[in-house]
């Protein structure tokens, strides 16, 4: 079963922020929070990971609770081509993994 | 630089055919993966290859096989093809670089089994 809580849809306006939230209450020391997306049916993609401090790079931010029962990913300025579904993973990091993912969040960006 | 590559990208079986889907990374990752996505769903571990010569169960092995051939390469095999196995399938590998393990998908195989 996923380890994750994610809101099965959201919208947002096109050049707007959009935050998709995450909830992992039951997630362990060692254990990392990954974001992926998926594009229409394309192969999923790697988007950003974090521990437990805030993660920027040129895709997104993550933002990671204190007590890092939660997280939030931003877009910055979301655009049309951002329209995909989310998945937040929890799992540790180091020699090989098995991602588990739950359904995710259907993200649509409107002009 | 190819990344992750999959073959075929359609097929149709009839229910008791068997077929093996193909899997070849250029990336040099140890690991390689095999997911299944039924429409609506997330992705499902069927088998893992941690590094060659070694495969390992999933989620939801039952009713497939899997070979890793070399570091390059990873196929799923379908014995005897049943319409509950109608799905797109995904192969994946993996690098570890620091606390970065980032797995690269391929474009999928959609298979159809009537």
């Known amino acids: ?111 | 630089n190819a990344g992750v590559t999959q073959t075929p990208k359609f097929q149709v079986l009839k229910t008791g055919q068997s077929m093996t889907l193909q899997c070849a990374q250029d990336m040099n990752h140890n690991s390689m993966y095999w997911y299944r996505q039924d429409p609506g769903m997330g992705l499902r571990l069927i088998y893992y290859s941690a590094s060659e010569g070694t495969t390992d169960k999933g989620e939801v092995p039952n009713g497939y096989n899997v070979s890793r051939l070399n570091k390059r390469e990873f196929s799923l095999r379908l014995e005897s093809a049943a319409p509950s196995q109608t799905s797109v399938y995904f192969c994946a590998s993996s690098e570890l670089m620091g606390s970065k393990e980032t797995q690269y998908f391929g474009p999928g195989t959609r298979l159809l089994v009537l």
């Open chain 1, 1 to 111: 079963d996923a380890k994750t809580t994610q809101p099965p849809s959201m919208d947002c306006a096109e050049g707007r922020a959009a935050n998709l939230p995450c909830n992992h209450s039951t997630i362990s020391g060692n254990e990392y929070v990954y974001w992926y997306r998926q594009i229409h049916s394309q192969g999923p993609q790697y988007i950003i990971h974090g521990l437990k401090n805030n993660e920027t790079n040129e895709m997104a931010s993550l933002i990671i609770t204190e007590d890092r029962k939660s997280s939030t990913l931003i877009l910055p300025h979301a655009t049309l081509r951002d329209t995909a579904v989310y998945y937040c993973i929890v799992m540790f990091s180091g020699g090989y993994n098995k991602l588990i993912f739950g359904a995710g969040t259907r993200l649509a960006v409107h002009p």
